[in-house]
């Protein structure tokens, strides 16, 4: 046997040390007070300088050591060479030392795709919601979101000025979830979280159709499922077109790996390959527990309106 941790498990280890580095840009940057926001395609959907860098820092380090991995990325971005500074080459020990699943041993570079949401929750960034942003690198193989890194620069800001600011989780597919404490909603309460800044009439039809207790309107696909995982929230909703795979790659990914489960608002998993569209144009319904419970009640107006691919 081979004595060198298989490819997925050095690429995990990598796209850990890379997310947290990406981390401290985001609060780096943010500490300049200078964001340097640009609109894309409009005033909710934004792109900042922390954006721009977590992307080249993320994108050229994973690439300099797995060339064959294809590599997606958010931002649209001109190529030309990163600065040195911005290249992370360590490794966390921790999952070096975890053994990989049987089903992905062998799995080679070339067969994995990874999708990287450089800043999840811009909007709220540019507005001071900070615990609602995560750096999110997801990896797919055959299709699949088998493994992800959730890295939240802000945990803990709360706490005031003296506190050690943020946390990275981690999943791999028949492995588990680290790096927080999973639990469930209490007493069986539907806690409905959803969008806050790209929220409709749709989307609002469906929450109430999950007859919730309480919703939460927060930032960011990574925000919601760890709501998700700490039993802050028992469904993700949203059912509007918007999201992308790199929204959803490595939450699901996370998600999935504690027996959780993320689909389009149909219930049709969502599929990774490098040629897919970017678009999860079907919404997305994540729980993790009770997910045939919100399925059923999603309404019939909501499904005709969101086609599946
Ligand atoms: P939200 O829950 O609104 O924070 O959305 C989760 C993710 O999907 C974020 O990365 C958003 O930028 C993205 N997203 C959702 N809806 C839209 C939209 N209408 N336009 C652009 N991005 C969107
Ligand atoms: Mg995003
Ligand atoms: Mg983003």
């Known amino acids: 046997m081979s004595s060198s941790p298989a490819v997925l498990m050095r690429l995990m280890a990598s796209a850990f040390a890379v997310a947290e580095r990406a981390g401290g840009i985001v609060r780096d940057i943010m500490k300049t007070g200078d964001l340097g926001i640009v609109e894309k395609t409009g005033a909710n959907d934004l792109q900042t300088k922390a954006d721009r860098l977590v992307q080249q820092c993320i994108c050229s380090s994973l690439t300099r050591m797995f060339p064959k991995v294809t590599i997606i990325g958010e931002e649209d971005l001109p190529s030309h060479d990163v600065e040195e500074n911005l290249i992370e080459s360590g490794q966390f020990e921790e999952i070096l030392q975890r053994v990989c699943p049987g089903e992905y041993s062998g799995v080679r570079e070339e067969e994995l795709v990874v999708w990287v949401d450089p800043l999840d929750g811009t909007k709220e960034y540019t507005e001071g919601l900070l615990d609602h942003v995560t750096v999110l690198i997801g990896i797919a193989y055959d299709g699949k979101a088998i493994a992800g890194v959730i890295n939240q620069p802000f945990h803990n800001y709360e706490l005031g000025p003296s506190a050690s600011l943020g946390r990275t989780l981690w999943g ?23 969008t806050r800044s790209h929220s409709n009439q749709l989307v609002t039809e469906c929450v109430n159709a999950m007859e919730p207790h309480q919703v939460i309107r927060v930032g960011g696909a990574g925000n919601k499922i760890i709501q998700l995982i700490e039993g802050k929230a028992s469904a993700y909703v949203f059912t509007s077109p918007g999201c992308k795979k790199w929204d959803t790659c490595a939450p699901e990914a996370i998600l999935h790996a504690v027996g959780g489960k993320l689909t389009d608002m149909h219930g049709k998993p969502y599929r990774y390959h490098k040629d897919v569209k ?32």
């Open 172 to 194: 791999i597919l028949g492995v588990g979830s680290f790096g927080f404490e999973l639990r469930e909603v209490a007493d069986g309460r539907r806690i409905v979280t959803t």
């Open 278 to 309: 970017h678009m999860n144009s079907a919404g997305v319904l994540a729980t993790l527990r009770d997910f045939e419970f919100y399925a059923s009640r999603v309404p019939e107006a909501v499904k005709q309106a969101l086609k599946s691919d």
